[in-house]
């Protein structure tokens, strides 16, 4: 017995389609093409800033502790 087998997915389907909705299922794929693109993204813009903290810490040397 299959797990895939077509008639599960049928059930399944249908299973989706009286929790959410017709409308919901519409926007679901769209929704979340958007949200992989954003999280993409956010990892690619955070990677330079890290990069340039550590630039700017490693250039300037470390504070003596009481100095001020």
């Known amino acids: 017995m299959d797990i895939f087998a077509p008639r599960h997915l049928l059930i399944i389907l249908l299973i989706a389609l009286v929790v959410f909705g017709g ?23 955070e990677a330079p800033a890290e990069d340039m903290r550590q630039l700017t810490s490693a ?5 003596e502790p009481g100095a001020t």
């Not at 919901?24 to 956010?42: S, V």
């Open 23 to 45: 409308k919901k299922l519409r926007t679901l794929g769209p929704d979340l093409g958007a949200a992989i693109r954003g999280f993409k993204k956010a990892m690619n813009d």
């Open 59 to 63: 250039s300037t040397p470390p504070k």
